[in-house]
């Protein structure tokens, strides 16, 4: 069977919305664009505890610590279910490890940015799962059964997350004027940040024509972007916060919100590798992975232990 | 990472349905890799009962094959309760 013939009728199956699963014939560089995926998308669900892990034992109440954590374990979950999802297509969990820790592969920029104050946990869970939240449903559609399958899993979970930080912020907006000022002052700070989470400008994203045809992303960063905006401006108004954009506007003619063009070059500084916390978070990813290497050895050593004591047995 | 075997993970979220496929994880062996499983797939109540299945002992059929392998039962039509007609008047039937 030739090449032509087999990604042809691949193409044929995906325009079908044929799910394609682990075993099936695909093209070279659909399991490498899938691999890049959504081992990048496990690395941010994992880098993605470090700004919120800052905060376990700081959070201001009890209910606000349990919420924390179990949002934060979540993650951790989440970066499974998409390293276990990758590994179905035949990479090995230690490579992906690598390529993270050298820096071949990337995380999601928006974890560059540092917590520094409570309200940036609620805003973060807002805006931040917010955004995540918007991207996974559409991917819930991804023509890869195993991530799409990752996708319906984490969505479930994934909106705990936005409603914890949701309530931190009506706490804060209900509370002083230093609360509410702490409130306005994390949104100045994230909400820019938080509509880059969907890339760049479809024409200026260089694997966005082809994950579209091959229905890897179901619709464009832009669409995406779009969306987002059109669903939180009310959320940010019931809370009685201003949006930092001059030019945010409801544009009755398109049906949407206008508003203004991002900052191109912070965007792509930060995906580059110079952002507030890049270097920060890959020290923390890079001490965790060493300071866990004799855990590793230790559970391999012990299974080994009662392997043989069973066997002697 | 490199020497803990992999494990495919099937969850029984109630007695009475099956063990359903929940994804994969590594783990040092059996027994960490149930630990693990119900850390992971079991936070919200969701299972009563843990299989887990090293995968290099998960054997599967090819896809390339399906059409050969699934064909047969196709025109079968007789294997279905349609196939077979049945007055009205006949009850519980």
């Known amino acids: 069977m030739n090449n032509k013939y087999l990604e042809e009728k691949f193409q044929s199956a995906i325009d079908a919305e044929v799910k394609i699963e682990p075993r099936d014939w695909m093209p070279k560089k659909y399991r490498k664009t899938l691999i890049r995926q959504i081992s990048q998308h496990a690395h941010s669900e994992v880098v993605g505890m470090l700004p919120e892990g800052n905060w376990i034992t700081r959070a201001p109440n009890l209910r ?31 490579e992906l490890i690598d390529d993270l820790l050298e ?28 955004a995540a939240i918007m991207n996974q449903v559409m991917l819930t559609r991804t023509s890869y059964a195993p991530y799409a399958r990752a996708m319906v899993r984490i969505c479930k979970e994934e909106s705990f997350h936005q409603r914890q930080g949701y309530e931190i912020l009506l706490t804060l907006c209900r509370g002083s004027e230093e609360q509410k000022a702490l409130a306005q002052d994390s949104i100045d700070r994230w909400w820019f940040p938080a ?35 059109d669903v939180t401006v009310p959320q940010a108004e019931y809370l009685g916060l201003k949006v930092p954009d001059p030019n945010l506007k409801w ?10 063009e991002l900052d191109w070059d ?47 047995k | 990472m490199q020497d803990w075997p992999l494990f495919e993970i099937f969850i029984r979220s109630k007695n009475g349905l099956h063990h359903v496929h929940a ?11 149930i630990e693990n499983a119900r850390d992971v797939y079991t936070r919200r109540m969701e299972g009563v009962s843990i299989w887990v299945v090293e995968s290099n002992q998960m054997h599967a059929s090819k896809p390339e094959e399906n059409d050969a392998m699934f064909d047969p039962a196709d025109d079968k039509i007789y294997r279905h309760p349609t196939f077979y007609k049945i007055p009205d008047d006949v009850k519980h039937m």
Request: with cysteine; net charge positive.
């Open chain 1, 266 to 312: 912070e965007f792509w500084r930060v995906v580059k590798g110079h952002g507030p916390c890049n270097r920060e978070r890959m020290e923390a990813r890079r001490k965790a992975h060493a300071d866990g290497e004799w855990v590793r050895d230790a559970a391999m050593a012990y299974a080994e232990k009662r392997r043989k004591r069973e066997t002697v």
């Open chain 2, 23 to 33: 994804g994969s994880l590594h783990a040092a062996d059996p027994e960490m890799a």
């Open chain 1, 251 to 260: 544009n009755e003619k398109k049906g949407h919100y206008d508003s203004s």
């Open chain 1, 103 to 130: 820096e071949k592969a990337k995380y999601s920029s928006i974890f560059n940015y540092p917590a520094l104050t409570w309200a940036d946990i609620g805003t973060i869970g807002w805006l931040v799962d917010g």
């Open chain 1, 195 to 229: 509509l880059m989470m969907f890339g760049p400008r479809d024409n200026e994203s260089t694997h966005s024509q082809q994950s579209l045809k091959w229905k890897i992303k179901r619709k464009s960063n832009d669409e995406l972007r779009q969306q987002f905006i």
């Open chain 1, 64 to 94: 606000r610590k349990v919420a924390l954590l179990a949002k934060v374990q979540d993650e951790a979950g989440h970066g499974l279910y998409l390293y276990s999802a990758a590994e179905t297509l035949g990479v090995p969990r230690e």
